[in-house]
């Protein structure tokens, strides 16, 4: 699947909470993504479940029956869900302005579903929200961004465990808009 069709088929709220609700090896029934995603429609949850399942996204991960129906069980193909830094760039203005506003979407759609659980405790649970603007050169940025991924990626490996919570976390960099130059410092 290129990257635009990809990008497409995922710039859908509900479809980016399933991968979300997926990563980690979690295999899941439609039921199981129906109690993580509770503010979505079953009808709606189980055409994008079909719909991630018939573009590859999602595969079959067991069958049984129950009470005379099929249940079937998912799991995310994260081969199928990698955008490259290729992709990337061959994305025009238009493109990334889609994809940021459905990410955006998301996020919100997932800080109201945890805010409306009845054990929500943001300072409990540790809920970072916080923006910094920072001066840094394009060498300093990308150390920066190495190090996160230094960080981070070990940490996608983590299964589900008794102790374990799942976070979202979503770095998001680009440059702001700098002042223009005081005409006076010239």
Known sequence: MDTLKLLELLAHPVR?????????????T???????????????????VDLLAASGIL?????????????????????????????????????????FATSMAVLVAEFNAYLARDNA???ADLVGYRQHAVWLNRGEL????????????????????????????????FPIEQPPADPGTE
């Open 59 to 99: 595969e079959v991960a067991d069958e049984r029956r129950v009470r005379g129906a099929v249940e079937r069980t998912y799991r995310l193909r994260l081969d199928r869900v990698v955008v490259d830094a290729d992709a990337v760039a061959s994305l025009s203005p238009d493109d990334h302005q889609r994809v």
């Open 16 to 28: 980016l909470r399933i991968v979300h609700a997926m990563r980690g090896g979690r295999a899941l």
């Open 121 to 123: 405790d943001p300072v």
């Open 142 to 173: 990308e150390e920066m961004i190495g190090e996160l991924r230094r960080v981070i990626l070990p940490r996608l490996a983590n299964q589900p465990g008794q102790d374990r919570a799942q976070y979202l976390l979503s770095p998001i960099f």
């Open 30 to 48: 439609t039921a199981q993504l129906c109690a993580r995603i509770p503010d979505a429609s079953k009808a709606m949850l189980y055409r994008h």
